[in-house]
């Protein structure tokens, strides 16, 4: 494993502090409806490649450009909701994708494509630089990891010196009233980040998971369907300046949101992959974008555009960053046979617990 990768993921973001907003012209990239169709198998000139993805993918200009020079394509990007609602979306349509690829489908969801015979696999030669070490076990060549990163509670630490509080100093710490009233998280069932805080608690907790989430929602907690709303418009260092000093993001967000910090005792690994749909009209140019995806140009340009961590090794990481995104010592962390096994009725138990 590379250490300079010791964080997360995260994943996405992010905010700011994990998906800094980029002004992509339209040459570059065209948005399009998710009910867009695959293009034809040409990697010519002028053809094109459709990749769905989730609301927080982010990557600047010269990079896209980047894709276009190299391989003669042009990337359309489609996107689908979180990583939740992107892993249902590509699981109903089996051998019929709206697609060629997407990115974003996580460890948490990994399943859901597979188990639905969603994607067509490809072992890109530069997984053995990295990528190949968080290969979806069982699965080999259906998703290949992009980044990683590291689902942590985030607080915002100038927030609560304002007012001469003192944080919590752990994620149990959030069963109490006065800390639960100030939280904002996200729903398992529709958020990548929600479904890993959930497996943390379920790691962590072992039988008392159920009654941590029943005292956290009861004491006032807020849950949100996805990580955009949670940072951007709820956390009070976000972009909306919200009322909600912890919010539910990564170990790596404070790299780019000062005054902020991660509780590092509540965090879960996060991997993000790329797959190639099954069904597209546009396999070559699918697995030229799953290569490019692991290519030095996009890999060292993630912690600034999406504050992840690379996965090819000896990717070059943004000045600081170690000291800005503490690495947590100690993760929760289940086998993907185990979530496959047991996520449903988890996400049950959950929505028992928090009367949803």
């Known amino acids: 494993m590379n250490e300079l990768r010791t964080d997360g993921l995260s994943g996405r973001r992010r905010g700011r502090s994990r998906r800094t907003r980029f002004v992509v012209a339209a040459a570059a990239i065209a948005l399009v409806a998710t009910s867009a169709t695959a293009c034809a198998d040409d990697s010519s000139s002028g053809a094109e490649v459709t990749l769905l993805t989730h609301d927080s993918f982010e990557l600047p200009e010269p990079?896209?450009?980047a894709f276009r020079q190299e391989t003669g394509l042009t990337l359309k990007i489609a996107k689908s909701g979180d990583a939740g609602q992107l892993a249902s979306t590509v699981s109903l349509t089996p051998g019929a994708p709206k697609g060629d690829a997407v990115f974003g489908i996580d460890n948490t969801f990994a399943s859901r494509p597979i188990d639905a015979g969603a994607l067509e696999p490809y072992e890109s030669p530069a997984a053995a630089d990295g990528a190949?070490?968080?290969?979806?076990?069982?699965?080999a060549g259906q998703l290949t990891a992009v980044d990683r990163?590291?689902?942590?509670?985030?607080?915002?630490n100038g927030w609560f010196e304002s007012r001469s509080l003192?944080?919590?100093a752990s994620f149990r710490d959030l069963t109490r009233p006065e800390f639960a009233s100030l939280t904002a998280v996200t729903d398992p069932?529709?958020?990548s980040?929600?479904?890993?805080?959930l497996l943390t608690t379920v790691g962590a907790l072992g039988n008392g998971w159920q009654d941590y989430w029943k005292q956290v929602v009861a004491g006032g907690a807020t849950v949100v369907s996805g990580w955009e709303v949670a940072y951007n418009q709820l956390f009070t260092a976000g972009e909306g300046r919200g009322d909600k000093p912890i919010v539910l993001s990564y170990a790596s967000s404070p790299a780019a949101t000062p005054g902020t910090s991660a509780l590092l005792d509540s965090c879960f690994p996060q991997i993000?992959?790329?797959?190639?749909?099954?069904?597209?009209r546009n396999s070559t140019g699918a697995r030229k974008l799953v290569d490019f995806m692991l290519s030095p140009t996009v890999q060292k340009e993630l912690p600034s555009s999406m504050y992840v961590y690379p996965v090819q090794r000896d990717t070059p990481l943004p000045a600081g960053w170690p000291a800005r995104a503490e690495v947590p010592a100690?993760?929760?962390?289940?086998?993907p046979a185990t979530i496959a096994e047991n996520r449903e009725m988890w996400l049950d138990q959950w929505r028992a617990a928090v009367g949803r």
């Open 63 to 65: 990079v896209l450009d």
């Open 132 to 139: 190949a070490d968080y290969a979806v076990p069982g699965a």
């Open 149 to 156: 990163g590291d689902v942590c509670l985030n607080i915002d």
């Open 166 to 168: 003192t944080p919590p």
């Open 189 to 191: 069932a529709t958020s």
């Open 193 to 197: 980040p929600g479904t890993a805080f």
């Open 272 to 280: 993000e992959y790329i797959g190639i749909l099954k069904g597209t």
């Open 330 to 335: 100690w993760m929760s962390s289940l086998p």
